[in-house]
Nanobody
Framework: QVQLVESGGGLVQPGGSLRLSCAAS????????MGWYRQTPGKQRELVAA???????NYADSVKGRFTISRDVAKNTVLLQMNSLKPEDTAVYYC???????????????WGQGTQVTVSS
């Protein structure tokens, strides 16, 4: 069993900043990649940013230059620093992790419960 616990969502004005945090715990041997996705009602979940254990990153075009993803491999945590937020960033943000479990030694994808980010004046 692996748990992903997210924190840091909330209400912010346009142009403001928020930082999301996600911590993974449980039956973890290693984590190959972690990332953040977001979803709004009626739309598919979309990738926001992802980072590998080697610190390679990938960002959605809509957030490049405004969001920064980082990771503490030893602590199994991933952060998403969101700056210059826009109303269109409003969504539920989900943490994702590709975890190799200790037993069995297999890779699974896990999701957090989601945290609401609302950008509004």
């Amino acid at each position: 069993q692996v748990q992903l616990v997210e924190s840091g969502g909330g209400l912010v004005q346009p142009g403001g900043s928020l930082r999301l945090s996600c911590a993974a715990s449980g039956n973890i041997f290693s984590i190959s990649a972690m990332g953040w996705y977001r979803q709004t009602p009626g739309k598919q979940r979309e990738l926001v940013a992802a980072i590998t254990s080697g610190a390679s990153t990938n960002y959605a075009d809509s957030v490049k230059g405004r969001f920064t993803i980082s990771r503490d491999v030893a602590k199994n945590t991933v952060l998403l620093q969101m700056n210059s937020l826009k109303p269109e960033d409003t969504a539920v943000y989900y943490c994702n992790a590709h975890v190799v479990t200790t037993t069995p030694r297999r890779e699974y994808a896990y999701w957090g419960q989601g945290t609401q980010v609302t950008v509004s004046s």
